[in-house]
């Protein structure tokens, strides 16, 4: 009977556990997290209402699923050691042996060395109990910094503004999320979000008891912080030979460099990439369990990569090459809800809609969307090439 070890239970180990169990039904399969409460979705921390949120509406699995597939979930229990050449992990008080190791840890919100960045109030967004460490020092009328003008970041900054609070987002590139999209939809983003103080292509210079000062002399004043800068791979218990560029190298079966030992999820990169997306932990997931448990044609293949984020203050995909690459020609097409002056919308916010592709020898490369997500999946489809246009 084979042991499989899992660390983390998130969506890469919880997908890992399901696949291991759609093959092996004898095997034992444990599942160690540092979390004490049921695994939960985790996108919702930034997705969902502060003022409402409850890690409990979003439990992915119930202990009644843990145990109908007879998977001994060690909540509070983390793994601090592995003994690659022992077969053996060890947590804090406990030893265990494994014959397949699935590393799952995902990551760590990523702080870069600015100083003053251990001050008090100060916050990540990484897991439920940092949701409730900021509503419990929000007053009324809270000044909020968010350092990071990505995904998290203007997700964050969206609930803290409906919750009350005057928002500053403070970006270090030129324009928002420049890797996803270009500048006029940075601009358009930005003038959807004209009550929150937008401020790119800033330098921090200090976080200072109550202001973060800027290279060029300007000051915001902040009651709390939300750094929002990335993540880093949780890679802290790993085994000296394996390895690790910037996260878990993996290859399409997600084996990693040591034998017996998968990867999966955000601690992990594949061809050297790691976009640190639901998807690809699922992906990913799923394919280090089924090959663990013996599946040998488990294999990596697309998954989807869009960015999507979608509240009553702003609505956004993206998808693709929009324009990134200097040595090809793009055709640029443009669609709005105001070409069709006779439809009516009964939210006027959400039907309104502004589209913007990028076509290269008639083929759609790229594409972004603010407003009305309605077709969103129509253009992944074209981008994919699983439709023509």
């Known amino acids: 009977m084979n042991r499989y070890i899992i660390m983390g239970a998130g969506i890469a180990g919880l997908t890992a556990a399901n696949a291991i169990r759609q093959i092996d039904m004898d095997g034992s399969i444990d599942i160690f997290?540092?979390?004490?409460?049921?695994?939960?979705?985790?996108?919702?921390?930034?997705?969902?209402?502060?003022?409402?949120?409850?890690?409990?509406?979003?439990?992915?699995?119930?202990?009644?699923?843990?145990?109908?597939?007879?998977?001994?979930?060690?909540?509070?229990?983390?793994?601090?050691?592995?003994?690659?050449?022992?077969?053996?992990?060890?947590?804090?008080?406990?030893?265990?042996?494994?014959?397949?190791?699935?590393?799952?840890?995902?990551a760590e919100s990523f702080v870069p060395p600015i100083p003053g960045s251990d001050r008090e109030n100060i916050f990540t967004i990484r897991r439920s109990e940092d949701i409730m460490r900021i509503k419990r020092a929000?007053?009324?009328?809270?000044?909020?910094?968010?350092?990071?003008?990505?995904?998290?970041?203007?997700?964050?900054?969206?609930e803290l503004y409906r919750y009350g609070a005057n928002v500053t987002v403070l970006e270090a590139m030129p324009y928002l999320m420049m890797r996803q999209i270009d500048k006029e939809i940075s601009d358009l983003i930005c003038r959807k979000l004209s009550d929150v103080n937008i401020q790119t292509?800033?330098?921090?210079?200090?976080?200072?008891?109550?202001?973060?000062?800027?290279?060029?002399?300007?000051?915001?004043?902040?009651?709390?912080?939300?750094?929002?800068?990335?993540?880093?791979?949780?890679?802290?218990?790993?085994?000296?030979?394996?390895?690790?560029p910037r996260a878990i190298e993996i290859d399409d079966h997600c084996r990693t460099s040591v034998d017996d030992i998968y990867a999966a999820g955000d601690c992990a990169q594949h061809k050297g990439v790691n976009y640190?997306?639901?998807?690809?932990?699922?992906?990913?997931?799923?394919?280090?369990?089924?090959?663990?448990?013996?599946?040998?044609?488990?294999?990596?293949?697309?998954?989807?990569?869009?960015?999507?984020?979608?509240?009553?203050?702003?609505?956004?995909?993206?998808?693709?090459?929009?324009?990134?690459?200097?040595?090809?020609?793009?055709?640029i097409v443009y669609k709005s809800s105001n070409d069709d002056a006779l439809t009516f919308f009964a939210n006027p916010s959400q039907g309104e809609f502004f589209e913007k592709q990028y076509l290269v020898d008639g083929k759609l490369v790229g594409a972004a969307i603010v407003g009305n997500l309605t077709f969103m999946h129509e253009l992944k489809a074209l981008i994919n090439g699983k439709e023509a246009l």
Request: aromatic fraction near 10%.
């Open 33 to 106: 997290t540092r979390e004490n409460n049921l695994p939960y979705s985790r996108p919702m921390l930034t997705k969902t209402p502060f003022k409402s949120f409850n890690e409990g509406d979003w439990t992915i699995y119930s202990h009644e699923w843990f145990q109908q597939n007879k998977i001994n979930l060690h909540l509070g229990e983390s793994i601090e050691k592995i003994d690659a050449d022992g077969h053996k992990v060890f947590s804090a008080n406990k030893e265990y042996c494994y014959d397949k190791l699935i590393v799952a840890t995902g």
């Open 138 to 158: 929000f007053k009324q009328n809270t000044d909020a910094v968010i350092i990071g003008g990505g995904v998290i970041g203007l997700e964050a900054a969206v």
């Open 201 to 244: 292509d800033v330098k921090i210079a200090e976080i200072e008891e109550n202001q973060v000062r800027l290279a060029d002399g300007r000051a915001f004043h902040y009651d709390l912080i939300v750094m929002a800068c990335g993540v880093k791979a949780e890679i802290s218990a790993m085994p000296c030979q394996m390895n690790i």
């Open 276 to 331: 640190a997306l639901w998807s690809q932990a699922m992906a990913q997931g799923e394919v280090a369990g089924k090959h663990a448990a013996g599946f040998e044609d488990a294999v990596l293949t697309d998954f989807d990569t869009s960015l999507v984020m979608n509240s009553p203050e702003l609505s956004l995909f993206s998808l693709g090459d929009l324009g990134k690459n200097p040595e090809l020609n793009y055709e």
